[in-house]
Antibody, heavy 122, light 108 residues
């Protein structure tokens, strides 16, 4: 049974760096043809894709966040991380990690973590 | 374009059929996938690709596509279908992922 679990600080100060980790169990992030990524959802609002990486290493970011986002991978621990610099209060959100399956004409997130609320406030 | 547009809210009478739509240029190239999200829960994919339902999703959920518009149809809506629904696909470049703004479905 595939499981994803987000972890990290629930409170970050404005202008500082948000750091989260997604630990994956039940599958290897290095051995299967999937994307792994981050999605966020501000309270009461919609979903926003932050970025994803393909299991062989290519990484893709939301163009609107690209200058501030880094997704890194720790294959030995089967986990991946998100860093978002210079955060503002508007980036208070539930942050999800998820696995995506992709074909020629489709891309969908089939497994999600439970999500973790990160509040940006001084 | 990298946007997917959904109606903010739709309502349906219990047992009736409802269609939720998603519009965007990328849908001329890529199929939309659809997610159901209930309060306090992570989204769950209900339809992906041309019209594929993951295991455990009732067959009253179906998907279709025409031109730049994808649709999620619920045939015989149930009270438990009341939720927010989101579409997603790749953007037109193929390198990025986009979500629609979401549709709140109310079952009357």
């Amino acid at each position: 049974q595939l499981r994803l679990q987000e972890s990290g600080p629930g409170l970050v100060k404005p202008s500082e760096t948000l750091s989260l980790t997604c630990t994956v169990s039940g599958a290897s992030i290095s051995r299967s043809s999937y994307y792994w990524g981050w999605i966020r959802q501000p309270p009461g609002k919609g979903l926003e894709w932050i970025g994803s990486f393909f299991y062989i290493g290519n990484t893709y970011y939301n163009p609107s966040l690209k200058s501030r986002v880094t997704i890194s991978v720790d294959r030995s621990e089967n986990r991946f991380s998100l860093k978002l610099t210079s955060v503002t209060a508007a980036e208070t959100a539930v942050y999800y990690c998820a696995r995506a399956s992709s074909g020629t004409t489709v891309y969908y997130f089939d497994y999600w973590g439970q999500g973790t609320l990160v509040t940006v406030s001084s | 374009s990298s946007e997917l547009t959904q109606d903010p809210a739709v309502s349906v009478a219990l047992g009736q059929t409802v269609r939720i739509t998603c519009q965007g240029d990328s849908l001329r190239i890529y199929y939309a996938s659809w997610y159901q999200q209930k309060p306090g829960q992570a989204p769950v994919v209900v339809i992906y690709g041309k019209n594929n339902r993951p295991s455990g999703i009732p067959d009253r959920f179906s998907g279709s596509s025409s031109g730049n518009t994808a649709s999620l149809t619920i045939t015989g809506a149930q009270a438990e279908d009341e939720a927010d629904y989101y579409c997603n696909s790749r953007d037109s470049s193929g390198d990025h992922v986009v979500f629609g703004g979401g549709t709140k479905l109310t079952v009357l």
